[in-house]
């Protein structure tokens, strides 16, 4: 990776974009009142790479990792992701492109409580074109022994290592996840960012991780800094810190 941020050799060859972010920007508006959430990004995230996008509160990360996922619409500017324009997509074809996709993790697990760990999981598999089986996505995630308990039945981290598990088993190109780690104590935390971390490993996902906690940005290839809806700083770690080894 070179100074300016940007990944160099990885493997046999040069890095290749994954998404090319260009003037991207996103206003919301309640009435009279006028909200910049995004003002004018450029960015470039990799194939393969982690990314830690890091910043306050209301600086613009989730507003972009929405668009990125399509789950919304910029106001102006463009999204590519490969060979796919997304800013000139339909809702028939953002559908489409987030099934074939992109996987999601939020703070907030939103696990079927009626359903066993391994019934959530095949939710998702049922949809996908060439998804894994169940239980190698919750093998992946540390829980092949608790693939039949149900979400009560499950710690926080548990659940949410559930949640990682449906998100993968699709076999996206993508991992956007938003506060992961949120409602979660440091130990547990852990835990879970040792999941991401695996799957980016080993399933080459090119993973976008939003965090306002510093601390967690150590494990990323690139930290990717947000204020007032801008990228002010685009840093690599020249050595990357095992998630066993943060502390937060």
């Not at 060859?13 to 998404?19: L, R």
């Not at 993790?105 to 049922?126: C, H, M």
């Not at 979400?151 to 699709?170: C, F, H, N, T």
Request: proline share 4%.
């Amino acid at each position: 990776m070179d100074a300016n941020g940007e990944l160099g050799e990885r493997g046999a060859g040069p890095a290749t974009v994954a998404f090319q972010v260009r003037g991207l920007t996103k206003i919301y508006r309640t009435g009279e009142v006028e909200v910049r959430a995004l003002r004018g990004v450029d960015l470039d995230l990799y194939e393969g790479e982690m990314a830690a996008l890091l910043g306050p509160s209301g600086s613009g990360k989730s507003t972009l990792l929405n668009i990125l996922g399509g789950l919304d619409h910029p106001t102006a500017g463009s999204v590519r992701f490969r060979d796919h324009e997304l800013t000139a997509y339909g809702e028939a074809e953002l559908t489409a492109y987030r099934r074939d996709h992109v996987g999601f993790v939020f703070q907030f697990y939103n696990l079927i409580p009626s359903l066993t760990a391994r019934e959530n999981v095949a939710l998702v598999t049922e949809i996908a074109r060439a998804p894994m089986a169940p239980a190698d996505a919750l093998a992946l995630v540390g829980l092949v022994e608790r693939m039949d308990h149900f979400p009560a039945q499950l710690s926080g981290g548990e659940q949410q290592r559930v949640a990682i598990a449906r998100a993968i088993a699709k076999r996206p190109d993508v991992l956007l996840c938003d506060e992961p780690t949120g409602a979660l104590d440091s130990k547990t935390g852990i835990l879970v960012l040792e999941a991401l971390e695996r799957v980016n490993r080993e399933l080459g996902t090119t993973t976008a991780l939003i965090t306002h906690n510093a601390g967690m940005a150590a494990m990323a290839h690139r930290v990717i800094r947000f204020a007032d809806g801008a990228v002010v700083e685009v840093k690599v770690n020249a050595t990357r810190r095992p998630a066993r080894d943060l502390v937060w």
